[in-house]
């Protein structure tokens, strides 16, 4: 069964830092994009960053850019999400997910296969 099991999420102080991990497993991911959104209370599902499982290349949302790092082990068939600097807007549950478009262009829509969320949360 294809899946993408979310963990590291938690509690943490403004101006900390958390890192997430994705465990892929089911299939390969080889070919396809691999992406962090997130969904705040209320709020619609946001693309946070993506990175190509063939070459390593990223793309951030404007909003995280210069505080995050995705990353991936393709070993491990793990994806991470290293989070620095966290403000409490950033409090969400972050999902990973998977597609086959292009690396740049985020459409929800056409994602795979989804993840179930792991929350993170930002105190002031």
């Known amino acids: 069964q294809v899946q993408l099991v979310e963990s590291g999420g938690g509690l943490v102080q403004a101006g900390g830092s958390l890192r997430l991990s994705c465990a892929a497993s089911?299939?390969?991911?080889?070919?396809?994009?691999m992406r962090w959104f997130r969904q705040a209370p209320g709020k619609e599902r946001e693309f946070v960053a993506a990175?190509?499982?063939?070459?390593?290349?990223?793309y951030y949302a404007d909003s995280v850019k210069g505080r995050f790092i995705i990353s991936r082990d393709n070993a491990k068939n793990t994806v991470y999400l290293q989070m620095n600097s966290l403000k409490p807007e950033d409090t969400a549950v972050y999902f990973c997910?998977?597609?086959?478009?292009?690396?740049?262009?985020?459409?929800?829509?056409?994602?795979?296969?989804w993840g179930q969320g792991t929350q993170v949360t930002v105190s002031s």
């Open positions: 089911g299939r390969t991911f080889s070919g396809y994009v």
């Open positions: 997910a998977a597609d086959k478009v292009p690396l740049t262009t985020v459409v929800a829509g056409r994602v795979a296969y």
């Open positions: 990175i190509s499982w063939s070459t390593g290349f990223t």
